[in-house]
């Protein structure tokens, strides 16, 4: 009844279902019954998710619906915080088990992958207004002259940032939005190592403008993808 009135009543061309893995077997009955209702059953893709397994000091927290013993996502997020639940549910595609760590998901350090992401926003916003208050101003990116930004660090970080729409694309066609949670973290990652190899307030003329363009291009894909999953993007912490 759902599937007809989404595409045949409200004129969907298309219907994605999110069920559990326990579930598989019931597919090719939906198909099927679709198919005999005039819907046709091609026009219905699912997506199964496997189990969350939630791991503390290192071993499962055992849980069993049968027994009742449960735990809900509204007890989940009184021990973590949100941020870190849209962030952790999100790093594996549907086809994998997730092992939800809730030591590392409240930890704030860089083992943790959302404080690690949010510390690289959080880093550009600081570079950027210290550069502010020195008034450096940046001149725009047709100004900008990409041949000086030969530093490994710099031409590794442009090739990610080139990559972006791909991975929106790719992400969209194969419902894995973890691809881009992934894609988040390698940003992060490179941003880091070319914190850490390219001076940016102590460069001058053409490469200090490049590299304001990378701190901003980077800033605005993590502040894009943060936002995306409702995760916070701090400008500072």
């Known amino acids: 009844a759902y599937h007809y009135n989404k595409l045949a009543v409200r004129g969907f061309d298309k219907a994605i279902d999110v069920w559990g893995a326990d579930h598989h077997g019931h597919v090719a009955r939906m198909k099927g019954a679709m198919d005999a ?3 046709d059953g091609s026009r219905l893709d699912i997506v199964l998710m496997q189990m ?3 791991m503390r000091d290192g071993k499962p927290v055992r849980m069993s619906k049968r027994t009742g013993k449960a735990i809900t996502l509204t007890d989940l997020l009184d021990e973590v ?5 849209r962030f952790f549910f999100n790093q594996r595609e549907s086809s994998s088990t997730l092992d939800f760590d809730l030591d590392l998901a409240v930890r704030n350090d860089s083992e943790n992958p959302v404080y690690y992401v949010q510390y690289a ?3 550009i916003c600081s570079v950027l207004k210290k550069l502010e ?3 450096v101003k940046f001149e725009g990116a047709d100004a900008v002259d990409a041949s000086v930004l030969a530093d490994p660090a710099e031409q590794a970080l442009i090739r990610l940032l080139a990559a972006f729409p791909a991975e929106i694309a790719a992400a969209a066609e194969k419902y894995d939005p973890a691809r881009i949670t992934r894609y988040c973290i390698d940003v992060a990652s ?3 190592r070319f ?3 390219c001076r940016i307030l102590d460069a001058e003329g053409a ?3 490049g590299r304001i363009a990378l701190c901003l291009a980077v800033r605005g894909v993590i502040h894009n993808i943060l936002t995306m999953f409702k995760v916070t993007a701090p400008e500072t912490m």
């Open 190 to 192: 490179a941003y880091h």
């Open 37 to 39: 209702i005039g819907l």
């Open 133 to 135: 208050s020195e008034g």
């Open 81 to 85: 915080p949100i941020d870190s639940a």
């Open 207 to 209: 490469v200090q403008q």
């Open 195 to 197: 914190y850490n190899a």
């Open 121 to 123: 926003h959080a880093r």
């Open 52 to 54: 969350v397994n939630l």
